[in-house]
């Protein structure tokens, strides 16, 4: 099963959004990263990266942030692990954990719930 | 410039951001999330302690130590940023034990250009790059045109000034300040501004 990581500026962000998909997606694989170790706000490289590694899996992991150094930083990330199959998806990251999990959860693969995500940004709530 | 000079060099600017943090800060209090100093401080202390225990010939190792240590310090836009364009510049400089002012130059580009890439961005949209890219340039034109170190650091460092200048007429159209849109207008740039005092530092040493 494909997991995610949800990286955030501020860690109860991130880990709410875990608890928020995790309502209708049990299953799927999901780890938070948000703020740095001491909890204070900001995007901690280590923490990004324990988190990847942590749902990782042959099904590969989508990563989802919030802005700015969130992106540069999983960026480096990602860079850092180039035989791994992970990939950042550009969306909302709360609309998109929820999309993403549930997807994840009823088998599709790590391609088709990239080209969902890619839908759920430009979907209008009115 | 060997190996020595730059740990110099750098221990010089890490306890400048020390000093200079409240302010970076303040600066980026307006327009940003007012962790600029901090996040830069906590970067160059982990910088310095890395420097201590550096033991290399190698003038690109000590530069590329000093990014992957902004990287996981920081916290904030300038770690990736910063932190790839130190990466950047050992990379460029990978091998050398010591550092020419053309070689340097170079090696700042490369580092540039990776800022560039690392944040998608470009000069006019009030980040670090509209001190950067102005200074690069300045330097380059002296270094050819006098062939003199002092003067090419310090045409640099009144480049980097001006641009930072410049960064307080401009809308943000990148990072955090982007948000703020118009109400940009008057604040400088905090990135521009501690790129600034780095070059000065550096400027005085060489």
Not at chain 1, 6 to 18: D, G, I, K, R
Not at chain 2, 12 to 19: C, F, L, Q, S, Y
Not at chain 2, 63 to 89: E, I, Q
Not at chain 2, 141 to 151: C, L, P, T
Request: with cysteine; net charge negative; hydrophobic share 40%.
């Amino acid at each position: 099963m494909v997991g995610f990581v949800f990286v955030s500026h501020c860690e109860h962000l991130a880990e709410s959004v875990v608890e928020l998909a995790g309502m209708m997606a049990p299953e799927t694989p999901m780890a938070a990263a948000g703020g740095l170790e001491d909890g204070s706000f900001g995007t901690s490289y280590d923490k990004i990266r324990e988190a990847v590694e942590k749902v990782y899996s042959e099904d590969g992991v989508l990563v989802l942030m919030d802005m700015g150094s969130s992106v540069m930083t999983t960026e480096m990330v990602l860079e850092g692990m180039p035989d791994k199959k992970v990939k950042m998806v550009d969306c909302p990251i709360v609309e998109g954990a929820v999309t993403g999990t549930m997807d994840a959860k009823v088998g599709l693969s790590m391609e088709e719930i990239i080209s969902d995500l890619e839908q759920v940004g430009t979907i209008k709530k009115l | 410039m060997n190996t020595v000079k730059i740990i110099d060099v750098l221990k010089k600017i890490a306890a400048k951001i020390e000093e200079e943090k409240d302010f970076l800060t303040e600066l980026d209090s307006p327009i940003g999330d007012s962790d600029h100093g901090i996040n830069m401080a906590r970067g160059f202390a982990m910088v310095n302690q890395k420097l201590d225990a550096m033991n290399t010939e190698d003038t690109g190792d000590i530069l590329r130590n000093t990014g992957m240590a902004l990287v996981s310090t920081v916290g904030g836009s300038s770690g990736p940023l910063y932190g790839t364009a130190f990466m950047k510049m050992g990379m460029a400089l990978k091998g050398k034990a010591e550092v020419s002012v053309p070689e340097f130059l170079q090696a700042f580009e490369a580092g540039i250009e990776g800022i560039k890439a690392r944040g998608k961005s470009t000069t006019g949209e009030k980040t670090m790059l509209d001190a950067m890219v102005p200074a690069l340039d300045a330097m380059k034109a002296e270094w050819e045109a006098s062939g003199d170190k002092s003067k090419t650091f310090a045409s640099g460092v009144t480049a980097a000034q001006k641009g930072v200048e410049y960064t307080k007429t401009i809308i943000a159209t990148k990072g955090r300040a982007s948000y703020v849109g118009e109400r940009s207008i008057g604040h400088q740039d905090p990135g521009a501004t501690s790129f600034t005092m780095m070059l000065e530092v550096l400027a005085e040493e060489v």
